[in-house]
């Protein structure tokens, strides 16, 4: 039998031990249990962003969370998995509501327990949907509201609250690991006041990511420490930039990125390239992470149970819906964002070095439209059409913009051809003749070439008399 692999996704002590004498000193001293903090609902969609999935953990005191939405994992491993879940970990995890429940004020409860025989038990928790992953151009946000465990200095040793997402492929086969993808949103052990965000991915051990230790920052939370009150901790993925980035957050403020720049086009492809990720919740206790920092085995007699994580919210968001037009329609004679299209296929956004900044459509090429919504010529025929391209297509790459109404199979009314400008950040406006054309229409802004390719990048674009 092929021997188990283990699955070690957290760093070890020489990893660690500088990122966590900064933080350990203000939390050296035990504090006291204090008031469970006031529940809040799932906030609504920051503007231009749409809700993917939530959870605000309502139901009353002793339930567990939702089994639509979760999935309790329980024992010491995943059937066929490495041992100890591949951490080092000792706990048992359980379905007992005493492990994981509902506390009737909004808020789900993690709470690790010791037996009078001394064995540890907790709770994970993993969400049902697997298929977390930002569409081509959008943003997608993972955001969580807890509390870790209020206990610190020796009482805290052992403790380890995580809030993460696993490639979906991990599961059923549990030996693909870390080459699938891990995001840690946040993670802290032995009630030190710092949030971890790390990345896992690649090979282990070594590799682009440094495993088992992965490509991680911490940081002390802001204003209460992270065991004293409720702090948001998010992950963001941007696919509306290039390159990618990965972006980690504690009440709004960032402490981490990677960008796909800093892997191998293998890796990257290995991690984002499938179906997309599942969310965790958990408190383990002992195991690499922990052990490390302390630097001794870990749980200890000092370690004292019943200090649960707190979990007020789970959401995530997606950025870049549909942008609608105003009333009154977009004056075709003012200068039209490509990025304010109503719908897209094909393409994406980045950030523009063009003049006025925000960011233009990219990754442009053969059979890719826009459409513009409520687009009014008024009544003095427009005649011209100009736009703001860029093109670092190889030589003997072109194609040609083409405007069309009504459909993106509609007449072309007006078109140029475009080649290599120089770079895909250097600009150019080029203009074309149209048929006349008066009225309120739906634009639709077409690209067509003779090559697979992506051939331009369009910034805005404008009509004249």
Excluded at 34 to 42: D, G, L
Excluded at 294 to 304: E, F, S
Excluded at 341 to 350: D, I
Excluded at 435 to 453: D, I, K, L, N
Aim: charge should be neutral; aromatic fraction near 10%; glycine fraction near 14%.
């Amino acid at each position: 039998m092929t021997p188990l692999r283990r699955r070690p996704r957290r760093r070890s002590a020489p990893a660690v031990l500088t990122a966590v004498l900064a933080a350990v000193l203000p939390a050296a001293v035990a504090t006291a249990a204090a008031p469970r903090p006031a529940a809040a609902t799932v906030p609504p969609p920051p503007a231009g962003w749409s809700l993917v999935w939530s959870d605000d953990f309502d139901g009353p005191a002793g339930a567990r969370p939702a089994p639509e939405n979760w999935i309790i994992d329980t024992g010491h491993g995943y059937p066929g998995g490495p041992p100890n879940w591949g951490t080092g970990e000792i706990q048992n995890y359980t379905a007992d509501p005493a492990n994981v429940s509902l506390d009737g004020g909004g808020n789900l409860r993690i709470t690790p327990l010791r037996s009078a025989s001394g064995e540890w038990t907790s709770a994970r928790i993993e969400t049902r949907r697997a298929d977390f992953k930002p569409a081509d151009g959008r943003v997608l946000r993972i955001e969580g509201r807890i509390r870790m465990p209020d206990v610190t200095g020796e009482q805290a040793l052992g403790y380890w609250p995580a809030f993460w997402a696993l490639g979906a492929p991990y599961r059923g086969n549990y030996q693909n690991w870390p080459s699938i993808g891990e995001f840690d949103v946040m993670e802290n052990v032995n009630g030190i006041n710092s949030v971890w965000g790390v990345l896992h991915c690649g090979v282990n051990p070594g590799g682009p990511c440094n495993e088992p230790n992965g490509i991680g920052a911490s940081r002390a939370c802001p204003g209460t420490s992270c065991q004293a009150g409720m702090h948001t901790y998010r992950f963001e993925w941007d696919r509306s930039v290039t390159p990618d980035q990965l972006r980690w957050y504690v009440d709004g403020q960032q402490f981490h990125s990677v960008g796909q720049n800093q892997l191998d086009a293998a890796t990257w492809s290995n991690m984002t390239g499938h179906g997309g990720y599942f969310l965790l919740l958990n408190v383990a206790m002992g195991g690499a992470f922990p052990n490390g920092v302390a630097g001794r085995a870990t749980p200890t007699a000092a370690t004292v149970p019943g200090r649960p994580m707190l979990v007020d919210y789970v959401a995530v968001w997606q950025s870049g819906g549909p942008q609608e037009p105003p009333p009154g329609g977009v004056d075709a004679r003012s200068t039209i964002q490509a990025e304010s299209r109503q719908a897209q296929s094909g393409t994406r956004l980045e950030t523009t070095t063009d003049s006025g900044g925000g960011q233009n459509v990219s990754h442009i090429s053969d059979g890719d439209w826009l459409r513009y919504d409520g687009v009014d010529f008024g009544s003095a025929p427009a005649t011209q059409f100009r736009a703001r391209v860029a093109s670092g297509a190889a030589s003997g790459i072109s194609g040609r913009v083409q405007v069309r109404l009504g459909s993106p199979t509609g007449q072309v009314v007006g078109e140029f051809s475009v080649a290599d400008t120089g770079g895909w950040q250097s600009w150019r406006t080029v203009p074309a003749n149209i048929s006349p054309v008066t009225g309120r229409h739906t634009v639709y802004v077409t690209f067509s070439s003779g090559q697979p390719a992506d051939f331009v990048n369009l910034n805005w674009m404008t009509f004249a008399g």
